[in-house]
Protein backbone atom coordinates (compact mmCIF):
# COMPACT_ATOMS: atom_id res chain seq x y z
CA UNK A 1 0.00 0.00 0.00
CA UNK A 2 1.53 3.31 -0.85
CA UNK A 3 1.69 6.63 2.11
CA UNK A 4 -1.25 8.78 1.44
CA UNK A 5 -1.54 12.38 2.17
CA UNK A 6 -4.74 12.69 2.13
CA UNK A 7 -6.01 15.53 3.89
CA UNK A 8 -2.54 17.57 4.01
CA UNK A 9 -2.58 20.79 2.59
CA UNK A 10 1.30 21.32 1.13
CA UNK A 11 3.10 24.52 -0.63
CA UNK A 12 5.48 23.54 -2.95
CA UNK A 13 7.55 26.49 -3.55
CA UNK A 14 9.95 26.29 -6.53
CA UNK A 15 11.03 28.67 -9.67
CA UNK A 16 11.72 26.07 -12.41
CA UNK A 17 8.01 25.67 -13.74
CA UNK A 18 8.58 22.08 -14.41
CA UNK A 19 9.64 21.04 -10.93
CA UNK A 20 6.43 22.82 -9.32
CA UNK A 21 4.45 20.17 -12.55
CA UNK A 22 5.89 17.60 -11.68
CA UNK A 23 5.65 17.28 -7.63
CA UNK A 24 2.06 19.08 -8.02
CA UNK A 25 0.83 15.67 -9.81
CA UNK A 26 3.07 13.61 -7.46
CA UNK A 27 1.30 14.96 -4.51
CA UNK A 28 -2.26 15.08 -5.72
CA UNK A 29 -1.81 11.79 -7.39
CA UNK A 30 -1.17 10.93 -3.30
CA UNK A 31 -4.16 12.46 -2.01
CA UNK A 32 -2.70 16.09 -1.17
CA UNK A 33 -4.25 19.44 -1.67
CA UNK A 34 -1.42 21.35 -3.10
CA UNK A 35 -0.28 24.97 -3.89
CA UNK A 36 2.20 26.54 -5.45
CA UNK A 37 5.17 29.37 -5.56
CA UNK A 38 7.29 30.64 -7.97
CA UNK A 39 9.65 32.17 -5.29
CA UNK A 40 10.62 32.90 -1.63
CA UNK A 41 8.90 35.72 -1.80
CA UNK A 42 5.28 34.62 -3.10
CA UNK A 43 5.58 32.29 -0.60
CA UNK A 44 6.17 34.17 2.08
CA UNK A 45 2.89 36.66 0.61
CA UNK A 46 0.96 33.47 0.75
CA UNK A 47 1.80 32.04 4.03
CA UNK A 48 0.81 35.44 5.38
CA UNK A 49 -2.64 35.85 3.82
CA UNK A 50 -3.74 32.18 4.36
CA UNK A 51 -2.57 32.42 8.15
CA UNK A 52 -4.94 35.39 8.82
CA UNK A 53 -7.75 33.32 7.85
CA UNK A 54 -6.55 29.61 8.78
CA UNK A 55 -3.67 28.97 10.88
CA UNK A 56 -3.23 25.59 9.58
CA UNK A 57 -3.45 27.06 5.92
CA UNK A 58 -0.55 24.67 5.13
CA UNK A 59 0.23 21.72 7.06
CA UNK A 60 3.94 21.21 5.38
CA UNK A 61 6.11 23.41 2.99
CA UNK A 62 8.59 21.96 0.63
CA UNK A 63 10.65 24.48 -0.14
CA UNK A 64 13.58 24.82 -2.53
CA UNK A 65 16.91 26.54 -1.39
CA UNK A 66 18.66 27.64 -4.51
CA UNK A 67 15.92 30.20 -5.94
CA UNK A 68 16.25 33.82 -7.75
CA UNK A 69 15.58 36.44 -5.29
CA UNK A 70 14.61 35.73 -1.76
CA UNK A 71 15.95 31.98 -1.97
CA UNK A 72 14.80 28.88 0.44
CA UNK A 73 16.77 29.39 3.33
CA UNK A 74 16.25 33.26 3.45
CA UNK A 75 12.06 32.90 2.95
CA UNK A 76 12.48 29.68 5.37
CA UNK A 77 13.95 32.06 8.35
CA UNK A 78 11.85 34.49 7.96
CA UNK A 79 8.91 32.85 8.35
CA UNK A 80 10.24 30.97 11.54
CA UNK A 81 11.01 34.43 12.75
CA UNK A 82 6.98 35.29 12.14
CA UNK A 83 6.50 32.02 14.08
CA UNK A 84 5.58 29.49 11.33
CA UNK A 85 6.01 26.65 12.63
CA UNK A 86 4.50 23.83 10.47
CA UNK A 87 7.23 21.59 9.16
CA UNK A 88 9.44 22.62 6.29
CA UNK A 89 11.12 20.18 3.70
CA UNK A 90 14.01 22.04 1.72
CA UNK A 91 15.34 20.59 -1.67
CA UNK A 92 18.31 21.35 -3.07
CA UNK A 93 20.87 20.55 -5.77
CA UNK A 94 23.68 19.43 -3.37
CA UNK A 95 23.86 16.53 -1.23
CA UNK A 96 27.00 17.54 0.84
CA UNK A 97 26.30 17.52 4.34
CA UNK A 98 27.38 21.41 4.31
CA UNK A 99 24.43 21.87 2.86
CA UNK A 100 21.90 19.81 5.28
CA UNK A 101 23.93 21.18 8.27
CA UNK A 102 22.52 24.67 6.22
CA UNK A 103 18.92 23.81 6.07
CA UNK A 104 19.00 22.73 9.16
CA UNK A 105 20.07 25.78 10.89
CA UNK A 106 17.87 27.79 8.98
CA UNK A 107 15.15 26.35 10.48
CA UNK A 108 14.23 23.24 8.27
CA UNK A 109 13.13 19.94 9.60
CA UNK A 110 14.03 17.62 7.35
CA UNK A 111 16.71 17.76 3.87
CA UNK A 112 16.46 16.04 0.81
CA UNK A 113 18.57 16.16 -1.81
CA UNK A 114 17.82 16.57 -6.33
CA UNK A 115 16.54 14.91 -8.48
CA UNK A 116 12.94 14.60 -6.76
CA UNK A 117 12.37 11.42 -5.32
CA UNK A 118 8.08 11.01 -5.37
CA UNK A 119 8.78 8.05 -3.32
CA UNK A 120 10.78 9.49 -0.39
CA UNK A 121 9.27 13.14 -1.20
CA UNK A 122 5.75 11.78 -0.04
CA UNK A 123 7.05 9.60 2.73
CA UNK A 124 8.91 12.43 4.14
CA UNK A 125 6.37 14.31 3.77
CA UNK A 126 3.92 12.13 5.31
CA UNK A 127 6.40 11.66 8.49
CA UNK A 128 7.12 15.52 8.76
CA UNK A 129 2.93 15.62 9.21
CA UNK A 130 2.92 12.99 12.00
CA UNK A 131 5.04 14.57 14.26
CA UNK A 132 3.82 17.75 13.71
CA UNK A 133 0.40 16.36 14.63
CA UNK A 134 1.80 14.71 17.47
CA UNK A 135 3.96 17.65 19.00
CA UNK A 136 0.51 20.05 18.54
CA UNK A 137 -1.33 16.73 20.23
CA UNK A 138 1.54 17.08 23.17
CA UNK A 139 1.40 20.63 23.49
CA UNK A 140 -2.06 20.62 23.83
CA UNK A 141 -2.24 18.14 26.58
CA UNK A 142 0.35 20.10 29.08
Known amino acids: MSTRLDGLHVLFVDDRRDARFVVDHILRDAGAAVSLAEDGVQ ?33 TRHLRQLGF ?8 AGNMELDRQECLEAGCDEYQSKP ?9 IYRLSRKSCELSDALKLS
Open 43 to 75: ALSMIATTSEVDTRAYDVVVMDVAMPGLDGLSA
Open 116 to 124: IDGFNLVNA
Open 85 to 92: HHPILALT
